[in-house]
């Protein structure tokens, strides 16, 4: 059998398991600090689903050893330790290269994956949800008719759950440092579905970014297109901010 272990740096009461199941899937075995192991089934229906499993455990600081059953696949998404009631979850839900038009089909470009933000969205139930796509869309030559119509299912599938609110993303360079002079349609396009729809729109131009430039000399950057660490931090304030407004 294959096993693992974690212990989490704050105390808590439950865990959440993010899980595929299909029949013919594996199992596994979760036991807080080596006792009162508890099953976990993931050979479960016959279409492939993402979905939350939540283990109940005594408040307090503890060990999780995690226990493969059998020989048969086994696909773990996620897991999540927390005191009930208690916390906020913050779930990264992008995936590398992502576009908004690939979000409506499913997948990157025009691929169908096996799972895709409908699955995401049903098996995490966010409270609220922050979309902030429109970079890959631009660059990759979507035109404005489909980048606004897959950010409008992305709206749709996030009222399901809650709340949601659209972001401007981070500001890019070229080779010639001015930025892509076709983003701003896109853009634009953002603030009309925040119009349309009565929801609030963050603009990552305005701050923390500001330009790719000037957010590069502060030491925000890692290329021209992607966020260091510090970058990502101050991004995080702006979008803690206006949770609490």
Known sequence: ?????????????TIDFYVHRLSGLGSFTVDVDGSNAQVVDCSVGAVLTIQRVTVAVPYGNHTINITK??????RIRGMHCYKANSEVLVINGSWNAMSAWGYLTGGVGGAEPSDGPRKD?????PDRTTIGLGTNDSTLGK??????????????????????????????????????????????????LGALNLI?????????????????????YSDGRHALGTGQRATAKTFFKSANY
């Open 69 to 74: 059953i059998g020989s048969a696949s086994l």
């Open 121 to 125: 969205f049903a098996a995490i139930a």
């Open 1 to 13: 059998s294959i096993s693992f272990s974690f212990t989490p740096t704050k105390p808590f009461d």
């Open 200 to 220: 609030n729109v963050i603009d990552l131009r305005e701050f923390p970014m500001e330009s790719w430039d000037a957010a590069n000399a502060r030491g925000l």
């Open 143 to 192: 035109t404005v008719a489909e980048f606004k119509a897959g950010m409008q299912a992305l709206i749709d599938l996030g009222k399901t759950t809650g709340d949601v609110q659209l972001c401007i993303p981070d500001p890019i360079s070229y080779a010639a440092g001015t930025g892509n002079p076709n983003q701003d349609q896109y853009w634009d396009a953002i603030f009309d």
